[in-house]
């Protein structure tokens, strides 16, 4: 089981239309990172990226398609209905779950910090977010 931080609590989010709705515990105080790779900068996706036991889908599995690219490890998870993707399997950490920040409900979260990562040269510098998804 994981170990939480001190200040963990339980978030609720979803997509935009609220077919697919999950859960996630996690610090209040949420460090994320923001990816100038080509899929997260087009999307806008803000990651939280937490170990699996962490991370619990609540509804809308049947709602869920799947996009891969590259090297086909990174399980990209849409809605089917209003194309938006809350959260994922990461290349980085396929251990654990990446969370969309900006798909979080409001009232959970205290305060955020936001650190850039550079995934378009993602090679050299996947390893820094390894530790992410650790139980």
């Known amino acids: 089981m994981t170990t939480l931080p001190a200040d963990a609590v339980l978030h609720r989010g979803g997509c935009h239309c609220g077919a697919v709705r999950f859960s996630v515990r996690a610090a209040a105080r949420i460090r994320a990172q923001s990816c100038n790779c080509s899929i997260c900068a087009r999307t806008g996706f803000l990651h939280l990226i937490v170990p699996a036991d962490a991370f619990q889908l609540e509804s809308g599995q049947d709602q ?8 086909g490890v990174a399980k990209h998870l849409f809605c089917r209905r209003c194309g938006v993707k ?5 290349r980085s950490n396929p251990d654990g779950w ?3 920040v900006h798909c979080l409900d409001p009232g959970t979260v205290e305060a955020l910090e936001i650190e850039p990562f550079d995934g378009q040269n993602w090679e050299a510098n996947a390893a820094r977010l390894a530790h992410l998804s650790a139980s």
Do not use: A, Q, V, W
């Open 64 to 71: 869920l398609t799947e996009y891969r690219f590259n090297t």
């Open 86 to 90: 809350s959260f994922y399997r990461p």
């Open 98 to 100: 990446s969370i969309n």
